[in-house]
């Protein structure tokens, strides 16, 4: 269970794990400009996430009052589940493993755990990935993870596969002959091998003579990166600039 999540800049954060597929640079396409872009600091959560955690409060605290109160997590179970597994696991695939008849106090168990982890200055906490939960380690030991698997990161993907995955990204759906136009060199087989690792997918066909591919990033692209959603793309403000030589 080893992990970057996003740094102070707003760059991608990167997760490396025992089977996934790791990246040897930070994608450095320009995003388009109303992609908005989560508050990732360790410990904090979506604004949207605020309000489902106060509207789940809420209920709680209800049902609580009609003796209906929603099942009680165990910590440890949960826990265990998350260190334990290679793939981000959302709320009802924990509820089902844990025998719990809903989710609603899955929520408020994480939440409790991350302030323990903070407390006790803990190296890790548990954030959403991809639509579920999984635990992540802090910027501040990237430097560290990086020496442990530089060998292994820079074996992965090229600067060429990035630059071709940071385009479909941002731009997707979006056909070969227009990545080609943005790199200025023939994309087809960095396209395929990227699509051999499952993080592009064909999103469809154009509406055009001869009904050209769309192409498009898949879920583990977003949990090779470390995003809940595309809009968790870093804006082009937020990348990490090169320093001037």
């Known amino acids: ?6 740094n ?22 320009a995003p388009p400009t109303d992609v908005p872009v989560e508050e990732t600091a360790a410990g904090s959560e979506h604004s949207d996430g605020a309000v489902t955690d106060a509207l789940d ?14 099942d009680n997590v165990d910590p440890g179970v949960l826990e265990a589940l998350l260190f334990s597994t290679h793939h981000p696991l959302t709320a009802a695939r924990l509820a089902e493993l844990m025998e719990l008849s809903s989710t609603r106090g899955i929520r408020r168990a994480i939440r409790d755990l991350n302030r323990q982890y903070e407390q006790h200055g803990r190296s890790f906490r548990i954030e959403q990935v991809a639509g579920g939960y999984q635990m992540l380690t802090l910027p501040e030991y990237g430097e560290y993870l990086g020496r442990l698997l530089k060998r292994e990161v ?48 064909i999103a469809g066909r154009a509406e055009e003579p001869g009904r050209p591919i769309l192409y498009g990033t898949t879920r583990r692209f977003l949990e090779v990166f470390g995003l809940n959603s595309l809009k968790d793309l870093p804006q082009s403000e937020e990348l990490a600039r090169p320093k001037e030589g």
């Open 1 to 6: 269970m080893c992990a970057y999540s996003q």
């Open 8 to 29: 102070d800049d707003g760059a991608m954060r990167l997760i490396i794990n025992h089977d996934k597929i790791t990246a040897a640079d930070e994608p450095t396409a």
């Open 57 to 70: 409060d809420a209920q709680e605290a209800a049902e609580a009052g009609n003796g209906s109160g929603p």
């Open 154 to 201: 820079d074996t992965k993907l090229t600067k060429a596969a990035l630059e071709t995955l940071a385009i479909i990204a941002y731009k997707q759906p979006i056909l070969r002959v227009e990545i080609e136009s943005i790199r200025g060199v023939a994309c087809g087989e960095t396209i395929r091998s990227l699509m051999e690792k499952h993080l592009v997918r």
